[in-house]
């Protein structure tokens, strides 16, 4: 792209305050200004925008209860083929882990990848290497080692890389570990037009967890499991300490099943919650969120006395790699977050501002369901998988997940 290519494309995308940016900036900036004019989908940016115009609306979709398996009350019949289903997948090395860790983790606050976060146990382990001591005694105990898929993002690669080199990788087999950064989209302000960030270069932001799907085909993540054979991915979070990642229960219902995608569920806490609950909507598996429903959809009670729509969605997920690859092929639905975005203004100057100004277009790994015949969901216990780490106090912070992951191992 030359310099008259790229003001036509900014002329004509009424993006022209990316060339002000542009006249302003030293040669390696420009450098770089020119290569992501040349990669953004301008009109994909538009599109975007537009979308912030106009409300959601969901009344028109059906939104059932879905059905789930509760592995507490599975018999000694169904656990062991489940188990035996799963378990030979396993020790084929036909299964692996994907871990997202792109995420911005801004309400924890923490500089640097979340998985570099020290939960305060006695050991000082980081995330990361929770992790990896899981992931190793599953290895073990299966004779194979896991490969394992790690998802970061622009802003957190290199940290990321950097600090399993520095640790060794904490004693794991270094090739059985990928790392693969995410996707990201610009940031536009309330007007559509795209901000500038302190760099001088055009801001972007990580599309949202959804994005998965898409940057494992593009970055070769899914052309790497099919050489290696490799049929099935759990997906799951960083920031998720007692995560049970190799999970052949899971995967021996999704075989029994004959379907290629499986999630695990927690019961809601109470009826008030603000999760994400597993649903079918217009017959297909999805998550409807809290914001979603009424309060009497909420409260609903079946004949046991349980909430209707009381599977928690907790980010645990397990996909064939022909499903992830057919995602991969379609277009997730953006969801907009409207957030507070320093950038530099027309004359230079940098804007902190004190109020949300600009708009993040974010798209969700659960929209993806919709996209999947079926999906066999399993309902596990809350205090043995599942302790999250958001908050920087309070609920679901590191003093909780530290408390949950002791007793957990303690017991
Ligand atoms: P959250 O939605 O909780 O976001 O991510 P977050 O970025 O960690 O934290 P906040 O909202 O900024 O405070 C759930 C999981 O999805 C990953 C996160 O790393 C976490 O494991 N994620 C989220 C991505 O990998 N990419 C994204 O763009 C967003």
Same mark, same amino acid.
Request: negative net charge; contains cysteine.
């Given at each position: ?112 990848? !979340? @998985? ?5 146990? $006695?050991? &000082?382990?980081? +995330? #990361? /290497? ?68 302190? !760099? @001088? ?5 990580? $599309?949202? &967890?959804?994005? +998965? #799907? /898409? ?68 017959? !297909? ?13 909420? /409260? ?83 205090? /043995? ?27």
């Amino acid at each position: 792209m030359n310099i008259d290519e790229l003001e036509e494309k900014l002329k004509s995308a009424d993006q022209m305050q990316i060339l002000s940016a542009y006249n302003r900036a030293d040669d390696d900036t420009k450098k770089e200004l020119m290569n992501q004019v040349e990669r953004i989908d301008f009109s994909q940016v538009a599109d975007l925008y537009e979308t912030t115009k106009h409300e959601v609306n969901f009344n028109n979709d059906v939104i059932e209860a879905i059905p789930y398996i509760d592995k507490d009350k599975l018999s000694e019949e169904e656990y062991s083929k489940y188990l035996k289903l799963g378990e030979d997948e396993i020790k084929a090395g036909r299964y692996s882990v994907v871990t997202m860790a792109g995420g911005q983790g801004t309400r924890l606050g923490h500089t640097g990848p !979340k @998985g570099t976060f020290d939960i305060g146990l $006695d050991s &000082h382990k980081s +995330i #990361f /290497e929770i992790l990896i001591d899981s992931l190793k005694a599953d290895s073990e105990k299966y004779g194979v080692t896991i490969q394992w898929y790690i998802m970061t993002s622009k802003e957190n690669n290199a940290d990321t890389v950097a600090f399993f080199e520095k640790n060794n990788y904490f004693g794991y087999d270094k090739n059985a570990i990928m790392f693969f950064e995410q996707g990201k989209l610009p940031m536009v302000d309330e007007a559509g037009k795209i901000l500038i960030n302190e !760099k @001088g270069i055009i801001k972007e932001a990580s $599309d949202g &967890h959804g994005g +998965i #799907f /898409e940057s494992m085909k593009k970055n070769g993540v899914t052309d790497d499991m099919n050489k290696k054979g490799i049929k099935w991915a759990f997906v799951g979070p960083v920031d998720n300490v007692l995560v049970k990642m190799v999970d052949p229960i899971l995967l021996g219902i999704m075989i029994d099943q004959n379907v290629p995608a499986g999630g695990k569920s927690t019961v809601k806490a109470n009826p008030a919650e603000k999760v994400g609950v597993f649903c079918k909507r217009n017959g !297909k598996p999805g998550v409807v969120e809290y914001t979603e429903i009424s309060k009497e959809m909420a /409260e609903r009670v079946d004949e046991n006395g349980e909430l209707v729509f009381g599977e928690s969605h907790i980010n645990c997920n397990m996909f064939s790699v022909k499903a992830i690859e057919e995602v991969a092929n379609k277009k997730l639905p953006y969801h907009i977050a409207h957030k507070k975005a320093s950038y530099i203004d027309e004359n230079g100057n940098l804007v902190v501002p004190e109020k949300p100004n600009a708009y993040k277009f974010e798209s969700f790994i659960f929209d993806a369901f919709d996209m999947l015949d079926d999906m066999a969901i399993l309902r596990v216990k809350r205090e /043995e998988e599942f302790a999250p780490v958001k908050n920087a106090e309070g609920t679901d912070s590191p003093e909780t997940a530290r408390k949950l992951y002791e007793d957990y191992f303690k017991k």
